[in-house]
């Protein structure tokens, strides 16, 4: 049984997390285990499940069993048993939230819960095994990320290819600033900045950062949502920008990414951060008098937006905004020094690389 060197693992040992990451780090053990028959392969992810829920989170063992766990759960479309949502759950077609390329955005109700729920759309050159698989790529990574800046995970409904999701009755960020005149913008950024860095101190890049996929809860508190492009960061297997290879939103992602083909980092993270810090001070999407081709050549040929008009935009954060889209991915600042000039009232220096 290809699954004993992992259950034989004394989980109380101190030396549980290095030995777990040693067994998951290997390839070929991952590989095996996607051949084991069904039922011998749901008693193994659901073992990964619950081993995760222990783990240290910004650990390597957590990234190799996230790892392994998605790799399966992908790969075969099944997923952890506790994800099903066994309960009733009722979807309001005509309580539609939004309308993406790949899904629709429901209301719901879980147990008499207002809950919003994902539903993946098969398109007209795909088929429903890919859908699924994206689906089960998804609620891996969404399940086990854990952040008063997330939004919280409920559950998946598979075989409708639904995710579950708490409801977040300020709605989207942008509708939230328009809807509550004065709110406090820099604090809405610290939130968002503090939810990107906890996914990145779990080894997730997040890979598709705008303000659509931005709710606010109902104490005015900013929650990334969607992980349909979240990816871990590894060292033997570089992230890629998506589940298939395209991006998502081109108005927010960094040059790299649109110029030259390349995969999604913690620091494209960063770039569209500074497109984000843009639309909630401007309103609007970044190069908003642009076509989506001609935003994409500005990007690419170093061009970005204008200085918005707002008493609230201060030269410190502007200046922080520029950090966010230098170039080169390593002049980039890191999401925790984000965090401390957004707290920070004192003006914004900028570093021996410029703007």
């Not at 008499?112 to 729920?117: L, Q, R």
């Not at 579950?164 to 005149?181: A, D, F, H, K, T």
């Not at 642009?290 to 040929?301: G, K, M």
Request: net charge negative; with cysteine.
């Amino acid at each position: 049984m290809l699954g004993w060197r992992l259950y034989k693992l004394d989980r109380s040992s101190t030396r549980f997390p290095q030995e777990l990451n040693e067994l998951l780090h290997d390839e070929k053990w991952v590989e095996q285990v996607l051949d084991l028959p069904g039922g011998e392969l749901v008693v193994l992810v659901d073992y990964l499940d619950s081993t995760l829920d222990g783990l240290d989170r910004t650990g390597t063992s957590f990234r190799e069993c996230l790892h392994a766990l998605q790799k399966v759960c992908s790969s075969r479309m099944i997923l952890p048993s506790v994800y099903e949502v066994l309960t009733t759950l009722s979807s309001n077609a005509g309580r539609t939230l939004a309308y993406g390329r790949l899904s629709n955005i429901y209301g719901g109700s879980l147990d008499g819960t207002d809950v919003a729920v994902k539903r993946l759309r098969i398109p007209t050159t795909g088929d429903r095994a890919t859908v699924k698989q994206a689906l089960c790529r998804e609620a891996v990574v969404w399940k086990h990320v854990d952040h008063p800046n997330i939004v919280p995970f409920k559950g998946v409904t598979l075989e409708s290819l639904q995710l579950v999701s708490e409801w977040m009755p300020g709605g989207e960020l942008g509708e939230y600033i328009r809807n509550n005149q004065g709110v406090d913008l820099v604090n809405l950024l610290l939130g968002i900045a503090k939810g990107l860095d906890y996914l990145h101190s779990c080894d997730v890049i997040y890979g598709d950062l705008r303000g659509a996929n931005i709710l606010v809860d109902a104490t005015g508190n900013a929650r990334i949502v969607d992980f349909g492009h979240a990816t871990i960061a590894r060292d033997t297997i570089p992230p890629v920008s998506n589940t298939n290879g395209q991006v998502s939103t081109p108005r927010y992602p960094a040059p790299e990414i649109l110029g030259d083909g390349g995969r999604c980092s913690k620091e494209s993270d960063v770039f569209s951060f500074g497109m984000v810090m843009v639309e909630v001070f401007t309103g609007k999407i970044p190069f908003s008098n642009l076509s989506t081709a001609a935003a994409i050549t500005s990007i690419t040929t170093g061009d970005r937006p204008k200085r918005p008009t707002h008493p609230s935009l201060t030269d410190h954060l502007w200046a922080l905004t520029q950090h966010c889209w230098r170039e080169k991915p390593q002049d980039r600042p890191h999401m925790n020094e984000l965090i401390k000039r957004l707290s920070s009232n004192d003006h914004y220096t900028i570093s021996r690389h410029g703007p």
